[in-house]
């Protein structure tokens, strides 16, 4: 098939998914597709990559990355601060539950100031300034969803609005277009498929990220009453799951693979009533699942299982990135400052190790250890444990909502075990964010019971001597 024409179809595809999943009584405002392009550009490629005044990947030697890592792209900075400057005017107006949500969430509060103290000792205090700036972000976006009117139907409205656009681009590229959607090892010139992202790592993570919400919508639907509306929204999410599965094995990205199956079957296994009525089967299951990923990847119990799935013991050479990472710490305390490892002379003498030029630790603890040393592994560990607490309050109130939001925070804790996410401009650290905060009445507003007012001169109502079951009896 012809590309354009391909492309035409897939056009007339994806106006058709908006149509399958139109929800007339869903309100939203139009401050929501800021966080939606946000969340868009953080989920594929910055804007300069893809208009072409910075190609990712094709940056191999020292000094040019440096250069595009330190100084930044001009037109990615302008669509960045854009992009905040606006999301702060819709907060100045909506600063009252803006202050709420704050308030609620202080640990994040506390644990993002710190990453702002640290700029104070980095190596690159400029650098890691700008990073900062561009980390609140995340933040901004997420308290733009949390603070819509609708706050459900803005969580539905982000999951469609990334995922009807980037998962049938993606499968596209991969297709039609192989210079957007592929990529060529330069050793052994085999292909690997990146989709609208820049690697395979990260179309995986794509995959991740929406596959647990298309999953979500189904489950969702499934549970509602039947209708035409229903069906539309099973076929919708039904189609665009089955995409991100395609992807999942083109893209050959086992950690995401693997923690998607993970969360599919806990989100699956909250569905069922008997979860619902007994909440601490959470958290069983929450511990079963870290317990096998830690036991798999670290304890040495998994090297059979790693092989299974394409990997070697030593994780493509993970191990030997940690250990080496790990040695070049500086002030353990501490840390570098804010994303300010991989600058300097410790990003040249990793690259003079390895020839394929690592970015990140592959570990998102250790990463935020290498930044912000002890004492940011501490306030992150009281950030992961209250949020862990948000997210079972958010399932025993609303198993609906907390089920997705379990999903995600799940996702953030093992995905980081063998990547670093904890990060700006990364899915798995805004969703993380998204299912963690706490917010007064959660995502789901429940509608309160409505009341018929009981008058001083209505007349007394006469109960007939009716026998009723016991087990319908009310004590009183």
Known sequence: MPPGIALLIFSVGILGLFVLDRDPKSRTSMALWIAIFWLSIAGSRSVGQWIGTMHGNSITDTASVESAYTEGSPLDRTVYSGLLALGMIVLVKRRQKVFGIVRANWPLAVFSLYCAVSIAWSDYPDVAFKRWIKSLGDFVMVLIILTETDRYAAIKRVLAGIGFVLIPLSVLFIKFYPDLGRGYHPWTWTPYYTGVTTNKNELGRLCLILGLGFLWRILTALRSEKSAARKKHILAFGVCLAMALWLFWMAGSMTSMSCFFMASALMVTCSLRIVALKPWMVHVMVAAILAVSMSTLFLDMGSGVLQTMGKDPTLTGRTDIWKLVLGMTGNPAVGTGFESFWLGKRLERMWSIYWWHPREAHNGYIEVFLNLGWLGIVLFGIVLATGYRTVVSAFRRNAEE????????????????????FGSLNPVWIFFLLATFTVPGGWIRTKPRK?????ATAPPVTVPNVRVPYDEQVST
């Open 402 to 421: 907390g089920k997705l939001r379990l999903a995600y925070f799940v996702v953030a804790v093992a995905y980081n075990f063998a990547e670093s996410a």
């Open 451 to 455: 009341t018929v007012p009981v008058t």
